[in-house]
């Protein structure tokens, strides 16, 4: 599992890479392009990631126990895929709405944003499947597959950047009318084709594990009636995050304007939203190679530790993973907060010392929460093994009433 994180880390990197290269970390376009990317992302999680995340493991687990165990699954994963497509359609629908609620800009800056949204649209429907099927291999202890599919993914999106700065150079060059459909198309669409190789190749190892799929509409014997709770909560505790991520977003992605309009500072110099989320992708190597996928491993055995009523086993594997966890992630705390901007030259060379000290201060403040965050994920994974989704949504709530 980490081996395979850590190589989609890295591709993810190179991606990265080639992003700043190809449209800048400063400037509208650049800002209209994290926005449109992330919106996916943010409903995605909003409808449907917390509560797969909360409530599909230990139902999976409990499933896979059943003398019927294929049949019932296959009910899941077509619950799963109606749901996520149905929500997929209604939120092309409503894009330009959802642009008006993340972005605030020029009426340019928001017509760009719209048009990179609504081709990164489909990749919520491919990001659902992407856990559901995940999270099946994964109750079953198969990893690779799972971790190592999004490195294609990235690979895939890579070739999308390449061709671009290949054919049209760095972005930040030319005015947002630049902007074509072929253009947009080569950038936010190319992601989306590597979201859906993400999601579809993971069928190969699905089957190889005996798991033939085939739609079956049904809802009886997939335990709704247990899941119920613990996925209003976790809703809950979405929605709580993405109304902070709302006022996050709005802010960063207007903060070029505003300083262009009333204090004539170059948009250029200004760090907005593609600055923080820059920073954002950093902050998430440390965290998404070894606290998430900690807890992906640990989250299938702790449920099966409390569906056989063991709870010493289950309080000795939180234990160790958080004490394993916790010593690495400070490491990687004080490094963020002690030299912020060599590190991003690092890992990100195709941008220049200024926008590196413009992208310091979100890293510093990222990293100083780093250790914090990567328990609370453990720990609340352990709540929805004893499907216990309230005490999450305190801790959600009260962390964000400080935010």
């Not at 497509?85 to 629908?93: D, Q």
């Not at 976790?234 to 505003?258: C, E, H, K």
């Not at 000290?357 to 929805?384: D, E, H, K």
């Amino acid at each position: 599992m980490a081996s395979g994180t850590a190589a989609s880390r890295v591709t993810g990197q190179i991606r990265t890479i080639l992003l700043a290269w190809a449209l800048g970390t400063t400037g509208y376009a650049a800002n209209a392009y994290q926005a449109g990317s992330m919106i996916p992302q943010v409903i995605y999680t909003l409808v449907s990631g917390g509560i797969f995340n909360a409530v599909l493991v230990p139902q999976i687990v409990r499933t896979l126990k059943a003398k019927d165990a294929e049949t019932r699954l296959n009910k899941l994963i077509t619950l799963a895929i109606t749901m996520l497509l149905a929500v997929a359609i209604l939120m092309a629908l409503c894009t330009p709405l959802l642009t008006r609620l993340y972005v605030n800009g020029s009426p340019e800056t928001m017509a760009l944003a719209t048009s990179f949204t609504l081709w990164c649209m489909p990749q919520i429907f491919f990001y659902g499947l992407y856990t559901v099927v995940g999270q099946i291999l994964a109750a079953k202890d198969h990893f690779t597959a799972y971790a190592w599919s999004s490195v294609g993914a990235n690979i895939i999106s890579c070739i999308g950047f390449g061709t671009f700065i290949a054919l049209f150079g760095r972005a930040t060059e030319h005015p947002l009318d630049f902007w074509t459909a072929d253009k947009i198309a080569l950038t936010a669409g190319t992601w989306t084709l590597g979201v859906a190789f993400q999601a579809l190749v993971l069928f190969i190892p699905l089957t190889k594990i005996g798991l033939k799929y085939r739609p079956q509409f049904g809802l009886r014997g997939i335990g709704l009636r247990s899941m119920g709770p613990v996925a209003a909560w976790s809703v809950g505790i979405v929605v709580i995050d993405q109304l902070a991520n709302i006022v996050i977003t709005r802010t960063s992605t207007n903060a070029p304007m505003l300083a262009q309009q009333q204090f004539g500072i170059n948009p250029l110099d200004v760090a907005g939203n593609a600055s923080y989320q820059n920073a954002y992708t950093i902050y998430m190597l440390p965290y998404s190679l070894i606290a998430v996928s900690l807890a992906t491993a640990i989250f299938p055995k702790i449920s099966r530790a409390v569906a056989d009523h063991n709870i010493a086993e289950a309080r000795a594997d939180l234990s160790q993973a958080l004490r394993n966890m916790g010593v690495i992630m400070c490491y990687f705390s004080v490094a963020f907060v002690v030299m912020p901007v060599p590190i991003i030259l690092a890992l990100l060379p195709s941008v220049n010392v200024r926008e590196a000290i413009l992208m310091a201060g979100p890293l510093v403040t990222l990293g100083v929460g780093l250790p914090f965050a990567s328990a609370y994920l453990i720990i609340q994974r352990t709540f929805y093994a004893f499907e216990d989704g309230k005490s999450p949504f305190i801790f959600m709530l009260f962390a964000m009433g400080i935010q």
